[in-house]
């Protein structure tokens, strides 16, 4: 069975974005951008809400054609483009996603855990909005968070404030020559 994982990059103060937006913070180097790239490759498909669509798809199709791009940023936008992507969004038209897109217009817990009974890699989940939809239907198997050596002061949190306890068992912590920390985490009935 494959699993959920929810893969983010969030402040030491639990911020994935800033205001306005703000991810300028990020400290992604070719290293890390590197063990994104050896993670993601692996993946069954990309599972997004509409917002992180529209800002990954008005990068990545064209980044590797950038003649400054890195050897990571050129491999990763290869990754993406081919990569099956679900986005739940209820305004994003059908036919505005492209790239092996598929738009779903909510959330149903049945229909997830069909994906997740589908033949392939893992399934990941990016997007605080939508990740606080899938928390709330226990639908998470795991949580890889980078955690970037900053303190962003305001902004969005990962994670919602109003959730349950959710009882995690620490599988990895690795840190990145750039002081990121990766903290990988299991639920403890995880598939």
Known sequence: MRRI????SVSLDGRFEGEGR???????DDALHRHFNDTLRRAGAFLSGRVTYELMAGYWPTADADPEASAPVAEFAGIWREKPKVVYSRTLPEGAAGWHTTVVREVVPEEVRALREQPGGDLVLG???LAASFLR????????TYVHPVLVGRGTPLFPPDGAPVP???VESRTFGNGVVLLRH???HAP
């Open 137 to 144: 239907h226990g639908l998470v198997d795991e949580f890889r």
């Open 5 to 8: 994982v929810l893969m983010m």
């Open 22 to 28: 703000d991810i300028t913070w990020h400290r992604v």
């Open 168 to 170: 995690l068992r620490l």
């Open 127 to 129: 997007g605080a909005n």
């Open 186 to 188: 299991e639920r403890e």
